[in-house]
């Protein structure tokens, strides 16, 4: 078992939609949350940084971490074709740059125009 | 602020010839990532640096991988010599060792034929 599920996809939604994205995790020494965005052929780009549970909102995205149950949620409001791409779930057991990140496969997300 | 910069983009060799990637991190950021990301799935660690320090090396194939970091600043990832199953993107991130997240380079998209 993966230390981190998350569902490939791909999902594809119309413009305008509320998003729904998920991960879950087996590893309860995870502490750090984030949310990554890759556009095809580019690197990962972050966008959601969150620590232990609870929700954290900027702009159109909001991130929830349910730590009871090892669960952690990225929603996108009004979403736009712009908003096309892989979404990767990250975690670690450590903030700062002394730890790994283990990542989700990644959700592909198609808005439709 | 021109981000994480590798070189080349594209790379296709014949198996059992050598390559290498190279990285220029974010300037002042004193830990450099490797990940490798295979089609579908999420990025793993290959290699951490901590200025000129590989502190992580546990995931890097050593029979055939080896990174090099000098003056702390570029690093060179290299494989000899190449397999088919090493066909993947190379990522480079880095990090000022504070604070949260990394940043990504574009990576090198290497096919082995």
């Known amino acids: 078992q993966k230390e981190v599920e998350q569902d490939p996809g791909p999902l594809s939604v119309p413009e305008g939609a509320i998003v729904s994205l998920n991960c879950t995790y087996s590893?309860?020494?995870?502490?750090?949350f984030m949310w990554y965005r890759q556009y095809s052929r580019k690197g990962p780009e972050l966008l959601m940084y969150?620590?232990?549970?609870g929700n954290k909102e900027d702009g159109r995205f909001t991130a929830q971490v349910d730590k009871s149950s090892k669960y952690i949620s990225l929603f996108i409001r009004d979403s736009q074709p712009s908003d096309s791409a892989t979404y990767l779930c990250?975690?670690?057991?450590?903030?700062?740059?002394?730890?790994?990140?283990?990542f989700g496969t990644g959700t592909l997300l198609a808005v439709q125009p | 602020e021109a981000g994480v910069v590798q070189s080349p983009r594209y790379k296709i060799i014949e198996k059992k010839q050598p390559v290498a990637f190279w990285c220029n991190p974010i300037?002042?950021?004193?830990?450099l990532y490797w990940y490798r990301q295979n089609l579908g799935q999420g990025p793993e660690l290959l290699i951490r640096?901590?200025?000129?320090?590989?502190?992580?090396d546990s995931q890097l194939p050593k029979d055939r991988f080896s990174a090099e970091r000098l003056k702390g600043v570029d690093s060179t990832l290299k494989i000899q010599p190449a397999e088919l199953g090493d066909s993947a993107v190379y990522l480079c991130?880095?990090?000022?060792?504070?604070?949260?997240?990394?940043?990504f380079g574009s990576g090198t998209r290497l096919t082995v034929v």
């Open positions: 991130a880095s990090s000022p060792g504070t604070g949260n997240g990394y940043t």
């Open positions: 590893n309860s020494a995870f502490q750090y």
């Open positions: 969150t620590y232990s549970s």
């Open positions: 990250a975690m670690t057991a450590y903030g700062g740059a002394t730890n790994k990140l283990i």
């Open positions: 300037s002042g950021h004193n830990t």
């Open positions: 640096y901590e200025n000129e320090e590989a502190v992580d």
